[in-house]
T-cell receptor
Framework: GENVGLHLPTLSVQEGDNSIINCAYS??????FIWYKQESGKGPQFIID?????DKRQGQRVTVLLNKTVKHLSLQIAATQPGDSAVYFC??????????FGDGTTLTVKP | NAGVTQTPKFQVLKTGQSMTLQCAQD?????MYWYRQDPGMGLRLIYY???????DKGEVPNGYNVSRLNKREFSLRLESAAPSQTSVYFC???????????FGDGTRLSIL
């Protein structure tokens, strides 16, 4: 399953499928990006980060891809599980400036 | 591991009342932050403290003040609460400024 930009803030996938969550960031000077996961009633939790000198970084079951040309960031979750259901936020930071969070994408995993 | 602890978890205020939200972290982090999150939206930065002894305004500082009491504690004060300040408030900390942040579970604040 995949969403396209912030115009589709929800994504529903079947358990076991791969998920792709997209984020279109705004500042071409942004050089550091973080993905957070927020479960209902809890604070955001760090998932993975990437700096602008990289275009891909992998973690456990997650991969972040960065395309600076089109200012696009994606989070791929392999073999999505019910525990992955949450809201996912991307955050961008430019140099010594402050981080800016996107509005988030709600991921729902159907058993 | 406690991480980032926020108190209280819930609070209801009347318009014009004052309130201090407390935040403490036990990870020896240098930087701390206060955010608000409105329904269906992302986080907006209210104030931050890049290091002990410094505080700076974020995106939405009006109506709030902060105090970095020591390295562990960073409080947020509403001097005269307004209904527009009804929100969920999150405190976060990071080892270095703008690094990955660790969040508390939030304070749900309603202002009538």
């Amino acid at each position: 399953g995949e969403n396209v930009g912030l115009h589709l803030p929800t994504l529903s996938v079947q358990e076991g499928d791969n998920s792709i969550i997209n984020c279109a960031y705004s500042n071409s000077a942004s050089d550091y990006f973080i993905w957070y996961k927020q479960e209902s009633g809890k604070g955001p939790q760090f998932i993975i980060d990437i700096r602008s000198n990289m275009d891909k970084r992998q973690g456990q079951r997650v991969t972040v891809l960065l395309n600076k040309t089109v200012k696009h960031l994606s989070l791929q979750i392999a073999a999505t599980q019910p525990g992955d259901s949450a809201v996912y936020f991307c955050a961008e930071t430019a140099g010594a400036g402050k981080s800016t969070f996107g509005d988030g994408t709600t991921l729902t995993v159907k058993p | 591991n406690a991480g980032v602890t926020q108190t209280p978890k819930f609070q209801v205020l009347k318009t014009g009342q004052s309130m201090t939200l407390q935040c403490a972290q036990d990870m020896n982090h240098n930087s701390m932050y206060w955010y608000r999150q409105d329904p269906g939206m992302g986080l907006r930065l209210i104030y931050y403290s890049a290091s002990e002894g410094t505080t700076d305004k974020g995106e939405v500082p009006n109506g709030y003040n902060v105090s970095r009491l020591n390295k562990r504690e960073f409080s947020l004060r509403l001097e005269s609460a307004a209904p527009s300040q009804t929100s969920v408030y999150f405190c976060a900390s990071s080892e270095q400024f703008l690094g990955p942040q660790h969040f508390g579970d939030g304070t749900r604040l309603s202002i009538l």
